[in-house]
């Protein structure tokens, strides 16, 4: 089977590590790539260590002649935008996956009131599956909608999952601190992200009002069977890839390091990109650069009574296009790590 791609919003930093990985997968051929500033260039151009690989040049978006040859479509845009290409893509018969972040509430109030955009495809946010395989695997293998999750959410979620569901957690006490290399605030130049400003710096930012929250909450809420809420603070730090994630939360019932690293191997058992370390040893965002895991490792501080887990992905990998590339190969009913095997670069 060869699945045709096309990929709008191809020359963003999603959209162009999207483009690598599909370049490299022996079951899809690359039919299309959309820009909003490079029409006329070739791909390589616009990176060029993607030179010998992708041989496509930028194209205007021209979504009728795009859906007639994919037979799937990612959006890697601007939140807000991929509500305009939904409709016509589903009605044409084809699937997307959206990167962003319009098809990942269900509540399209929740959505209006977070990214303060009005949402114009509500009709079809019942047909979205949130696309984290590792929880939502049944329903994404016949969603012709899928909703990749944020980068921040999937660091966050896989690594409450396991106790969320036991009830292991108080649900109302959970602290997540993320930080996150500057990639995730996309390739647009703006004064936060500029060198000066971020190199040799940490900052937190977004406090209490970061657009991930509800995302993370409604996510967290389904696995417990209760609501749950969450203070979430994500920083800014000076690398380019990666996201670790600390997260603290009260335990309901005393238990060892060992015993609820027991329970995480066996919820993440047959999951390839999930990573439980031994007791002892803890992720780094080196240990995911470049590939599509999330490592997890956690300790039990008995003398708090709170468990402190960590979890890192490389936010562009897991976070973004390999988790996309992975929702992919579920809905098209190809191996999930294909195109994805192996682990990343180190140093
Ligand atoms: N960066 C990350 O780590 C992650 C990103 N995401 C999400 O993926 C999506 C893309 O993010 P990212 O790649 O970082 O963003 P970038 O800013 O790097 O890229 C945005 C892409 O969208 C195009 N674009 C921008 N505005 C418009 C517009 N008005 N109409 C049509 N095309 C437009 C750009 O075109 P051009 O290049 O020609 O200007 C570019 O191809 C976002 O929704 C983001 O939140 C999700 C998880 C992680
Ligand atoms: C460092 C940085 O700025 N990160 C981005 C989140 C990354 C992202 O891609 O957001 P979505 O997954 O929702 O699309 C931010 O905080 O807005």
């Not at 984290?132 to 899928?146: M, T, Y």
């Not at 909703?147 to 006490?173: D, M, R």
């Not at 603290?248 to 990573?275: D, G, N, P």
Request: with cysteine; aromatic share 8%.
């Amino acid at each position: 089977m060869v699945i045709k791609a096309s990929i709008i919003g191809a020359t963003g930093y999603a959209g162009a590590e999207l483009v690598r990985l599909l370049s490299a997968h022996p079951q899809v051929e690359l039919v299309g790539l959309t820009t909003q500033s490079y029409a006329g260039k070739a791909f390589w151009e616009v990176y060029p260590h993607l030179y010998g690989y992708v041989d496509l040049v930028c194209e205007e978006q021209d979504l009728p002649a795009l859906v007639a040859r994919s037979d799937v479509i990612f959006t890697a845009l601007p939140h807000g935008h991929a509500m305009a290409v939904a409709r016509e893509v589903i009605d044409g018969g084809k699937a997307l996956v959206d990167l962003g972040a319009d098809f990942r509430l269900h509540d399209p109030v929740v959505y209006q009131d977070w990214y303060k955009v009005e949402h114009t495809a509500a009709e079809l946010l019942p047909r979205a599956v949130y696309g984290l395989p590792e929880i939502h695997r049944d329903e994404i293998r016949s969603a012709r909608l899928v909703a990749n999750p944020g980068c921040y959410p999937t660091s966050v979620i896989l690594a409450l999952a396991p106790l969320l569901k036991e009830g292991l957690v108080e649900t109302g006490t959970i602290i997540i601190d993320s930080k996150s290399g500057v990639s995730g605030a996309g390739r647009g130049l703006s004064l936060n992200t500029h060198y000066c400003e971020v190199n040799e710096s940490i900052k937190a930012y977004g406090v209490a009002v970061h657009r991930h929250t509800p995302e993370i909450e409604q996510e967290l809420s389904a696995l417990a069977g209760k609501k749950v809420l969450v203070s979430f603070t994500p920083h800014l730090t000076p690398m380019i890839r990666g996201i670790l994630s600390t997260i603290y939360a009260r335990l309901t019932r005393l238990k060892s390091t060992e015993e609820i690293l027991t329970l995480y191997r066996e919820f993440y058992r047959q999951e390839k990109f999930v990573r439980v370390l031994p007791a002892g040893m803890l992720p780094a965002t080196k240990m995911v650069a470049g590939s599509n895991h999330c490592d997890i490792g956690l300790v039990v501080d008995r003398r708090t009574g709170r468990v402190v887990i960590i979890s890192a992905i490389d936010n562009l990998i897991k976070g973004a296009a390999g988790q996309a590339v992975q929702n992919m190969n579920i809905m098209f009913g190809l191996a999930e790590d294909t195109g994805l095997y192996g682990p990343g670069v180190y140093p």
